[in-house]
């Protein structure tokens, strides 16, 4: 299936449906007195590995530090998506930086560590760590 968007041909192999282009959202700048790191994790489910990486930029919306990483052995969309929170977090540590916000478009991700009660067997490593 091919489909356009936005003047850009883009060949979609197994897509059932069509795709629609998601609504334009924009990054903004941490609040004042804060960092924020943007982090994201990329996964393809017939390998079993993906990435994760992340950049730390100040309240200005200045660069300071990014990261990363090859993540082994992955299953999820949703494990290289903590996998990434969490080595984001391993930079902020070695940075000494506080007040420190943390950006990721994976809602699931940012449930199971919002959870109190995480009985995630697949990901409570991970989610222990970010705790």
Not at 17 to 31: G, L, T
Not at 66 to 71: C, D, G
Not at 87 to 101: C, D, P, R, W, Y
Request: with cysteine.
């Amino acid at each position: 299936m091919e489909e356009t968007l936005e003047g850009k041909s883009a060949w979609i192999h197994g897509a059932d449906k069509p795709m629609h282009p998601k609504q334009k959202q924009f990054w903004r700048p941490a609040a004042p007195g804060t960092w924020k790191l943007n982090d994201r994790g990329s996964f393809l489910p017939n390998i079993d590995r993906g990435g994760a990486g992340g950049v730390m930029r100040n309240e200005a919306g200045h660069f300071y530090a990014a990261f990363a990483t090859l993540v082994p052995f992955v299953t999820s969309a949703k494990q290289v998506e903590l996998c990434a929170i969490s080595e984001g977090l391993k930079l902020v540590t070695a940075m000494q930086i506080s007040n420190v916000v943390i950006e990721t478009d994976c809602l699931e991700a940012v449930s199971s560590i919002m959870d109190i009660h995480f009985t995630h067997v697949n990901n409570e490593g991970i989610i222990a760590d970010i705790h």
